[in-house]
Nanobody, 114 residues
């Protein structure tokens, strides 16, 4: 599976961004898709996931502010990020988990300014 992430950029604190991740194959049966992020000097951490039946998970730091969704027709998942703050500054990576392997996108940089 090849993944193409997009939508990152520079935004002021309190603003919003929408990330997208397009997959090279149908996502309708993919078990888990989601996002991780890696802030400067920190380890990569999970942000949000969505399952093949639409179940979602959010880390405590983003719950209530971020929403993960999927567009099966376009083989794409989205991450709507609202009320952004400086702590959300990071490179965001989308991924696909299958029993056989985990696939990663190239990352998209989100910078939140004060």
């Amino acid at each position: 599976v090849q993944l193409q992430a997009s939508g990152g950029g520079l935004v002021q604190a309190g603003g919003s961004l929408r990330l997208s991740c397009a997959a090279s194959e149908s996502i309708s049966s993919i078990h888990i898709m989601g996002w991780y992020r890696q802030a400067p000097g920190k380890e990569r951490e999970p942000v949000a996931t969505i399952s093949n039946i639409g179940s979602t998970y959010y880390s405590n730091s983003v719950e209530g502010r971020f929403t993960i969704s999927r567009d099966i027709a376009k083989n794409t998942i989205h991450l709507q990020m609202n009320s952004l703050d400086r702590e959300d500054t990071a490179v965001y990576y989308c991924y696909v988990w299958k029993p056989s392997n985990t696939y990663w996108g190239q990352g998209t940089l989100v910078t939140v300014s004060s």
